[in-house]
């Protein structure tokens, strides 16, 4: 009978390989290279999708992208989520730096702040509908302080909007990053504090000159991430206003673009552009931590 | 003085963190008071009123029945086991013959690897829709479940860093008694990645059970929708009976909610690690 331990290893060797690496690599390359070739092959068509032929139309489609304010003017959203992730990653620096010391009902603080970025993507963005509505919890707390003529149309009123969503995000995604920063603050070795404290050195002293220093990588790492977190922004305004009221981000126009108006040439485009500003994000990202290492 | 600084830093400390409690779970706690306040209640008072009877449960038992919750959670289970299964034992399949055998092709198959984390899924969905279109999966739960496997580098590369901790000398030892590639993998491999595969399993299942995307654009049809899916469709029908929708949030938290009270711990490292990419 055959059993695979009787075959010489050298022999084994080359099964196992063979055996083990298929599925993945069959899976990867159907599922991550093959649709970036055919999305680059697209963006030069006018296809629409569905039918058989698809007519080259070469860069017509980036033109119109970059040409057409409609287009272009997604973009603007991305700002506020942009600087959402600023606000984001300095209360989450924060708190995990706070929390770091000894203090009351640590474990409790530590996970109600980071429960929110486990939760639904969907019930998020329901309890924030249900948080901006006229006479929802935020208009009540306001007026139960006092600040009853602040309130406005959160999710309304196109001045506001994208503030309001990039609240949410903020709210929805502080929580992940507090635990990340927590988990390399808690690798410094406590010996450091020992001795600064020893020298006299404050809380303030101990962040800048120790904590600072020592999750610079992760800091920076995030920092830029937050340049594609930012361009590809989707769930928490799709789900919340299906991008009306000027909260459209480029992820919505792209597939509102191929699956409402049949138009994958020019989301395919859209996608490309995405990728590229992405990829390059990343690769600075990488640069830089290389040369940080060097 | 040095006592007087201490004790106001102090308060400020204990302030923040309140205050970042509150905000927390203020938009959480005003859902729960909702989903138990009966219809004429809920328009009759403030969300920031707590309800009358805690033991409401009729938008409970409305949200889960009319909203066919129970066909949601069913496909979750469904999809979040096998995706996690696959994910398991083809990342830590691929992981051990990248990290233990040397062989043609091998830094051209971990480059391939590495170059895929720098394509964020959401950009080539308009063409992936397209395969899984050919692949005649559209509109059945093997899209979601391949999909799920087929980008899910991030679990590959766990399991490789984690190789890298576990002595060779174990391999070698077993090949003198005569062990097979297949039971090293199988017997010692696999059980010596336990804690990077729970790692893997709830960074997995974080995601796929929170995932709106996928199963929305890949699997409209209603008897295949997932949580997300089942609780966004009560945007239409509910749309203004917030005390159904509250319960229909609430009933979607809660596995999380259980899930990280009893893993906390693991969660927390889980998040950290796969962070670190």
């Not at chain 1, 997604?74 to 708190?95: I, R």
């Not at chain 1, 600040?147 to 502080?174: C, D, F, H, Q, V």
């Not at chain 1, 990053?177 to 808690?186: D, H, K, R, T, Y």
């Amino acid at each position: 009978m055959f059993k695979f331990s009787n075959l010489s290893y050298s022999k084994q060797r080359m099964a196992i390989i063979a055996a083990f690496s298929f599925i993945p690599l069959a899976l990867l390359v159907t599922f991550a290279y093959l649709p970036v070739i055919n999305m680059f092959k697209y963006s030069f068509s006018d296809w629409n999708g569905y039918s058989k032929r698809l007519e080259y139309v070469g860069f017509e489609n980036y033109t119109k992208i970059f040409t057409d304010p409609e287009y272009f003017s997604v973009f603007k959203v991305s700002l506020y989520y942009f600087v959402a992730t600023f606000v984001q990653m300095g209360l989450a620096l924060y708190f995990a730096t706070i929390l770091s010391f000894q203090t009351w009902f640590k474990n409790v603080f530590k996970g109600i702040l980071f429960f929110p970025s486990l939760m639904n993507g969907v019930a998020i963005g329901f309890i924030f509908l249900f948080f901006f509505k006229p006479d929802g919890t935020l208009d009540t707390l306001l007026q139960a302080l006092g600040l009853g003529s602040y309130i406005k149309l959160w999710l309304g009123n196109p001045e506001i909007i994208n503030i309001s969503l990039a609240g949410t995000s903020i709210w929805r995604y502080m929580g992940f990053n507090f635990i990340v920063f927590l988990g390399a603050i808690s690798s410094i070795s406590s010996d450091l504090y020992e001795a600064s404290d020893m020298d006299g050195a404050n809380r303030w002293h101990q962040f800048r000159y120790i904590i600072l220093p020592s999750i610079k990588r992760i800091l920076q790492l995030n920092l830029i991430l937050a340049i594609s977190g930012a361009i590809s922004a989707f769930d928490i305004p799709y789900i919340m206003t299906g991008g009306s009221n000027g909260s459209k981000t480029f992820v919505i126009q792209t597939i509102d673009v191929a699956f409402k108006y049949s138009k994958v040439g020019l989301a395919s485009a859209m996608a490309v552009i995405l990728l590229l500003i992405v990829i390059v994000v990343t690769l600075l990202q990488r640069l830089l931590i290389r040369g940080e290492e060097d | 003085m040095y006592m007087l600084k201490r004790t106001l830093a102090n308060s400020i400390k204990y302030a923040a963190l309140l205050l970042g409690a509150f905000v927390a779970l203020l938009p959480i706690v005003v859902i729960l008071f909702a989903s138990l306040k009966t219809k004429a209640e809920y328009s009759a008072t403030s969300p920031l009123t707590p309800p009358v009877n805690w033991l409401n449960w009729a938008n409970y038992a409305k949200a889960f029945v009319n909203g066919n919750m129970l066909t949601g959670f069913v496909n979750t289970a469904f999809i979040l086991i096998i995706s996690i299964i696959g994910a398991t034992l083809t990342g830590s399949m691929i992981a051990y013959i990248l990290n233990r055998f040397k062989f043609k092709g091998k830094s051209l198959m971990l480059g391939a690897f590495l170059l895929a984390t720098l394509i964020p899924g959401v950009t080539t969905q308009v063409s992936t829709f397209q395969i899984i279109n050919k692949l005649e999966l559209f509109n059945t739960p093997w899209a979601a479940i391949l999909l799920y496997l087929g980008t899910d580098i991030i679990a590959v590369y766990i399991f490789l860093q984690f190789l890298d901790s576990i002595a060779v000398a174990l391999d070698e030892s077993a090949m003198l008694d005569g062990a097979s590639y297949l039971t090293i993998y199988w017997r010692i491999i696999l059980p010596l990645l336990k804690p990077a595969i729970v790692t893997v399993i709830i960074i997995k299942g974080v995601n796929i059970y929170n995932d709106f995307y996928t199963p929305f654009l890949y699997m409209p049809k209603t008897s295949l929708q997932v949580i997300s899916t089942a609780l966004f469709k009560f945007k239409g029908p509910y749309g203004s009976q917030w005390e159904v929708i509250s319960a229909g949030i609430i009933i979607a938290i809660i596995p999380t909610l259980i899930a990280f009270l009893s893993l906390q711990k693991y969660i927390y490292n889980g998040f950290a690690q796969g962070s670190v990419k």
